[in-house]
């Protein structure tokens, strides 16, 4: 279904077709093809072809440009949108992204953060290699390690996710100071610190965010073993024995 918003314009005043297209804006139509582009690292044309049908916005003629311009051309914070050809609305591209993406996991992350206090402080005054295998022992004894195999979890995505980043973009020094040479590389990166792909159509893409917090991962365990769980099988068995 083409969600495309034509303008009336025949026997209507140009003041009011400016307002109209004002009102717009306001609603939120501030999104153009550019935009959602760089959102998902894909090229103009996929974006023209295959999303902007699917999602709600304004066809902006020359003649409704014009009109615009007339009437609030002196608004400066609007000019940036009476120049594009499409303005498209930021929470139907958000209902698209959400409906159309997807989150898949292999493993769970466990940061520092996640850790106790107590436990924290600890594993921060020992050797990391020390405190690694402490950590690595006890989740092999809450779950077997052929649990590890399992496929790959697909989690519907409930937040709209911000800073997308491709392969490509990945190689050419995103994710600064982590750099990539190959693919492979990156899908070893990925797979060893369990950075969650973020799928959207045939996509995958990954939030930068989730790229350049892996230094705070201190371990990946199994989807089948819940969080809580796990850290109370911490405490318990820090309690009974010191790292």
């Not at 120049?83 to 898949?104: A, Q």
């Not at 020992?126 to 077997?144: Q, R």
């Not at 649990?147 to 600064?176: C, H, R, T, W």
Request: aromatic share 10%; hydrophobic share 40%; with cysteine.
């Amino acid at each position: 279904m083409d969600k495309r918003i034509m303008l009336k314009h025949k026997g209507v005043p140009t003041a009011v077709l400016a307002e109209e297209i004002v009102d717009f804006i306001n609603e939120g139509y501030t999104l153009t093809v550019q935009d959602i582009a760089n959102h998902l690292s894909v090229s103009y044309d996929y974006v023209r072809t295959k999303i902007v049908p699917e999602v709600s916005h304004v066809v902006l003629t020359t003649y409704a440009k014009l009109a615009c311009f007339k009437y609030y051309g002196d608004q400066e914070h609007l000019i940036e949108y009476f120049n594009k050809r499409l303005l498209i609305s930021c929470s139907d591209y958000n209902r698209y992204v959400l409906e159309k993406g997807s989150i898949i996991r292999r493993q769970q992350q466990l940061f520092k953060d996640d850790l106790p206090l107590e436990i924290r402080e600890t594993f921060e005054s020992l050797p990391l290699k020390k405190a690694t295998a402490w950590l690595n022992k006890l989740i092999a004894d809450c779950a077997p390690v052929q649990i590890f195999k399992e496929e790959e979890q697909i989690e519907p995505m409930e937040v709209y996710p911000e800073n997308l980043v491709s392969n490509k973009d990945l190689l050419n020094g995103a994710a600064s100071p982590f750099h990539f040479n190959y693919d492979v590389e990156i899908a070893r990166f990925i797979s060893k610190y369990g950075v969650p792909k973020i799928k959207v159509n045939n996509f995958v893409r990954y939030r930068l965010e989730n790229v350049k917090q892996i230094e705070d991962v201190v371990a990946l365990f199994p989807l089948t073993l819940k969080k809580d769980i796990l850290i109370e099988k911490m405490k318990e068995r820090y309690e009974k024995e010191q790292i």
